[in-house]
């Protein structure tokens, strides 16, 4: 594991080296490197999640920094003569030895793939530093000695305390609403009647296109890098408490348990509402698969109403559905024309017509400078959906 993560980093490094100037430098040189560390080192008190690639808890780093630490169970472990690790059912080894060669050949690629994303992960998170992008305190191997579990790798990161944007949207306090400010200062004057049926909550456009800025940043910075993400969604935007911003938190993007380089094609990648297949167009996965899940995170921040994409389909057929055409439709009368067709430009059928994240924020920049000109006038606002 430590020489692949090592080979997988050079990689990267070299890839960056061979790009145009577009492309970010290495990685800062003071992240902790991969090492050997004993588990009573850091503390893990609670569990928070349970994803694709591990579980992710709450702990104490020497007993004075909160962290979360998120162990990923090493692949290579379940090779072992166990026949599949701590998850194996019983029986699992005496099958395992009577397998065909071919099923036996293809359980081994299969671990061999896993292997590979975890070392991806891990990777890519030592190699992203940005302030949208959740921070990496160091990753260490845990070889467990009073335990029977395998060996597994804890990234330990920042510990984000604000909950995910899909708690938000489903809680409903996420997208803010507001008064539009001449109603409210014409009700002020004395004409409260005349202006009781303009003085209906709206929605804060300025949240939702800092929220998008701040997402398609944060994806900006990983395509620089040479790598995608592929797992974008309002569950991977977990929510830093911030005093300072108007919304009360900063957006961090997390969760590269599908993480890609560009030069990688063959792994895993995330939930089919959040996804599109592109095959005609080219077999290669880029950059463009993050910008269509980001259309699709802009759909259900103003329109979603905490609820996933395509509800109405049956999640096996949505990768077809959406090759065929199918999009999320936004309220024509409701929402603001720009942000609907930069939306609808992200999640655009050709991959080569979808602007680049870069694009996107330069977009969202625009529209908030726009903002920031009108605010003594009247915030840009759009009438409330439900």
Sequence with gaps: MLTLLGKIRDSLHSSRTRCSGAFCASPNGDRASLESLRMRQFTLTELLCVCGSGAVFKGMLRGVLP???????????????????????????????????????????????LLLQSAMEVTALQAASHPNIIKVTRALFVSWRSVDCP???????ELVEGGSLADALRAHTFPRWAWPIRAVAGSAGGSAGANAASCRPMVDMRGLYLTVLEVASALQHLHDLRL??????????????SRDDPRGWTCKLADFGFVCALERQDLDHGGAPYTVVDEPYGTRVDASVDVYALGILMWELLAGRGRRPYAHVDPPMIAAAVWRGMRPTFPSDVVPLSYRLLAQACWAHDPRQRPCAAEVAAACRQQLERMAAAECVELPMVRRLW
């Design 67 to 113: 962290i979360a630490v998120k162990m990923i169970e090493l692949p290579e472990a379940a090779v072992a003569a166990e026949g599949g690790g701590a998850w194996a059912q019983p029986g699992a080894h005496a099958a395992a030895q009577l397998a065909p060669p071919q099923q036996e050949a293809d359980a081994v690629q299969g671990l061999q793939r």
């Design 228 to 241: 995608v993400h592929r797992d974008v969604h309002p569950g991977n935007v977990l929510l830093q408490p």
């Design 151 to 157: 060996p597994c790798i804890a990234v330990c990161t």
